[in-house]
């Protein structure tokens, strides 16, 4: 409870200070190399702020604290409100997964073999792109390792 | 119930045929100008076959009867097993959407406006791509038509 | 959290800014050219505030700070108290929805194809009627832009 | 167990009969002056088919016979399978009646007084209009009998 | 979450009054002429105070002021904590509710048609008698109007 | 499993013998001195039959063979299904029990003292009556013990 | 949720009376004639303190305030954590309660007949003994009025 | 499932020997030198009968077949039906240990030290006594051995 | 439905032709070089077996066919029973992970950085071992693959 | 509540102790005789502090005041929050938990009897090494007494 109010209270001051900057995840993205949602998640501490970065970050958000970057640095506890179901972007998301995901899952199996796409190891990204009929279009994408089942034998 | 017992005697028949084929969902794919997983969400029933897809189809799947065809082109009632997040592919997509799922909402919103990325007017699909190190990694792609929320007025 | 709470403190003076004009949603959507669901909508930030539209709210609640308005201009994280289910009220709408919903599905295929009606490009509004016993009835009236599931054919 | 089971029989039977028709939901409605959605309900035990319009169904449907008659008399136990929120079209209905039902009770409210719409003294019905940009739209009517709450006076 | 708050905050200032009352609900209801539930439901915000009684209420309650009046003349959002199912009481009533309800929708069925018993136009009331042993009894009595199941015919 | 179709089943044959007797539960309470809640309940295997009751309800209902009535005086074990529930006529008793549970709880505090109405020694049934509109009314009356908490001492 | 929080509060302010007594639940038990589980159940609001004991128990606890005393008198709202559950010791006790309970229930049938052990007319307690083995073992009675369901005569 | 079938049609045969033999689980106790409860068990393979007692059963019930008590030798996966809460049996039980259950924990660790009561190395019997009115009093006992939490060094 | 109850039908045959060789799953393990919990794994069509492997399966079970063996190369969809939790053996698992979890998250975070334990590059094997007091105990190791959390660059 | 949020006070201020200190769990593991996560568990007060060990953690952190060394030896009320299942190490861990369970359970049948092993004399550790790649590996071990389920026999 007290770690997760620090947490709310820590996004609470990074978001603030992206407000005050005056620009969007895509234009931090393109600034520090990250891909837009993983600055998104960084400014809610859905990630650790790599050393190397922190410098990028801050020449992209000046008003970040010493403070605020050495929190950064921890490694989150990684959560979400149970109801951010309800809004109807992730809903639809969600829809996505659970109905095509056996398909998904076979493809591959049959492509790849018994394993996974990792969640770890890991992009995620959102594209605004043009449909035939000239409407916007949204891309998300996901690309992450695939990690094959071990087989697990005694040494 | 019936209806439930006659789609999961439908999906058993189509998968029969499939496998008999020795065809990968990709092979059928590329023989029909279909996503691969659009493929293999015919092939569960879990969407419609369009008429005039319906030649492609049997000329990739020629023991497809006319009776699997005629099933196949209903509109069908969409559903899952809610166990099917137990498996760890799906489990990990769903994962990313709720982790993730409050950052895409807002790169939505700033990149497009308010509104949200349709599941309707949507393509999905499995790619197999080589990462820096070499390993296989899984892409998956959401492309779906942005949705604006209506402001509503009265005529 | 910290989102949230913010959510409902402005909710809350918005709420105080309606009760002191004195005015029903219904008066303010006749000045504004909006169903009444959606200024109610509008009101409890459920809804974006469009540019063009927040002078007319304002002239129908001039009570309405620029700061309020700023804040309404925001896309929404929609979302709801899930216990909102036990009002009778809601209650009622969701039993309708469930008990008549595979066969609003059906209809909907028969008339339209393989579709949903959109909860995006949608409209709702509430009215009042006479019965032919003479009693009042209430009409709700769900409007949504039909949406055929697309083909996923590779382009 | 055998009650459901037997409803499952029944309303299996009543859609092959219509199946063999070849008559739509909105044919039927238009052959016996009910709403479409009601036609629906009739057709899977949703609903209790009164004496007087048995003819008019039997004219409609010819197919049926008197035990099928006989079943549609009783009065139905109204139930749905839970996993019917999956489907798309009816999630979308949810969708709305919870993001919108706190607005559409004020409403009520406002207008009618401390009271509710009623799901027993009810019509439901679907239907299809061109929206301005020419392209379809579904309009779904709830249209109930507003009960004002009692207040619980010893007489 | 501000309206549950500024809900709790009333019920906790109702309950005071009546409280320093030194009253039973069973004295205000037998003063003001409503039923002891009903008392009850007004003094928690459960239900809305009517104009007309508003009078006999303070004159059973002076301390009412004219704030709390004026509430207590809103319609309530009904509610109620999802634990009350754990208090003996409540949950011995959802017992019997549940493991007779099948039965007591058949009787209603038998004895009055397809309809219900309607919880709005609905009188509740406890009382006390006395066994055939001797002991004390609680009398629980609901009564609501029957509510036939209309046949939606379209006009 | 086991148990539970057994149950199913001796149900099943319960409800033939009463469908093909034409009588109500009301007619048989009437004609063995039970409530009309208590008949449905037995004749679904929700109550054990007394020994002094059976020749009773055989002579309501003659087709009952020795069988059944050896089954229906065992001690059944009590359930229900959960999705129940949804009928609307079971909903609308448990919106009731659940929105005027505390105030029926804290009638019975001052009325009786610190105890419950016991769901064990306890009496149901189903009255129609006429309101004073001229229309039927629903009256359940629920009548059970009062058991106060005893005080936990040691002997 | 006021009282939620004044219960939480005075339990809190009756445990640091305990605690500033040094003794234990079973010591008090002891000078006041109570079961040890039911001084506990006092020292947390889940029981009602009697007239009666209320002097015994001030003797044991002199800290005990009037105003302290005079909210144990009352009858409280029973109510526990649902993550209580998650206790080591507490889920084991329903472990057994859920494994152990259809058999517990057949025997009391065949024991006493077609009733229930009361969770009202009910003792608690707590025991040390020595295993055979030497070692402490907790031994927990259950003792309960033994209710038999009554049969729901017409008078 | 398969698993399950099994289990349930094995504990199926288990009732029908008892049944046949005109046995209760109390006097099967005696004859064996078990507690009823651990008989009750037994019969429904949740407990492994031990080789020592096997011919002790089959004393006490010749009918069980080698085969039975071969299958009952077997350790069983130990589950229950999740509706059986629903029961007013287990239902007080259950409510007696969620409601007691903190204060049974804080006697254990004033009485014992940091530890709880094992459900494992556990014994359990139902009692039938004498009330001080001369009604019959249903007794449970629960006697597990005292676990203390282990503190946990490197060795 | 139809691949669950296929998947089940093959794991109650691999189980008889586990049974039926007498050896447990420890002594497969030995012959075939996998831990005994991978060969259990395999038996319920929980991992895929791999090419290399399936000669020693089967020279260490010569009941195999070979269309078991060609079943069990299939990537399975791995899945489990909810009420798995309610076994006391798994219960007790499932707490200490949730109990310990946050702390062995912390301990990972510590020694290795911002990552996880794979569950898919991961052996978990299960030992019999003697404690200090010469008691046996059971060692579960769980060996699993560190992956840190992936910074994600637009490459 | 009051307690739980004292609970949360203190974890707090033990966390900020040792983040003061400087000092990793695996080191003040080391430096007083204890596993590395039985040391995370007792800051986060989810076992007790015995008292040989106290002057050993207060020479391994200093700052440890006597309150809080004193809270430390309290037998903690052990809870988790629900939410936690969602960070991806103990989803995975859980996840392992569920699909090996079973077969886990079946090799302590196999190898030990019909019983568990303990989650209360109970070890586990994380440790860090390498695999055969070079790659860091996490090793979890639990370590828990094998308890016989008991034979309930009367004495």
Redesign the interface.
């Known amino acids: 409870?007290?770690?997760?109010?620090l947490k709310?209270?820590i996004?609470?001051e990074l978001q603030a200070v992206k407000r005050r900057s005056g620009k969007?995840?895509?234009q931090i993205?393109d600034e520090t190399?990250?891909?837009?949602?993983?600055v998104?998640?960084l400014l809610?501490r859905?990630?650790?702020l790599?050393p190397s970065?922190a410098p990028l970050l801050r020449a992209a958000l000046p008003a970040l604290t010493d403070d605020l970057l050495l929190e950064m640095k921890q490694?989150?506890?990684?959560?979400?409100?149970?109801?951010?179901?309800?809004?109807?972007?992730?809903?639809?998301?969600?829809?996505?997964?659970?109905?095509?995901?056996?398909?998904?899952?076979?493809?591959?199996?049959?492509?790849?073999?018994?394993?996974?796409?990792?969640?770890?190891?890991?992009?995620?990204?959102?594209d605004?792109?043009k449909?035939?009929d000239g409407?916007?279009?949204?891309?998300?994408?996901?690309?992450?390792?695939?990690?094959?089942?071990?087989?697990?034998?005694?040494?």
């Open positions: 409870m007290e770690a997760a109010s709310a209270r996004v609470s969007t995840y895509g993205a190399g990250l891909t837009n949602v993983y998104a998640q809610r859905q990630a650790q790599k970065t490694p989150p506890l990684r959560s979400y409100d149970p109801n951010l179901i309800q809004d109807p972007t992730v809903y639809r998301l969600n829809e996505a997964v659970m109905h095509f995901g056996e398909s998904i899952k076979e493809i591959i199996n049959e492509d790849f073999g018994d394993g996974i796409m990792s969640a770890i190891d890991f992009y995620c990204s959102v605004k792109v449909g035939v409407k916007d279009r949204v891309v998300l994408t996901f690309d992450g390792k695939y990690l094959p089942h071990t087989e697990q034998v005694t040494e």
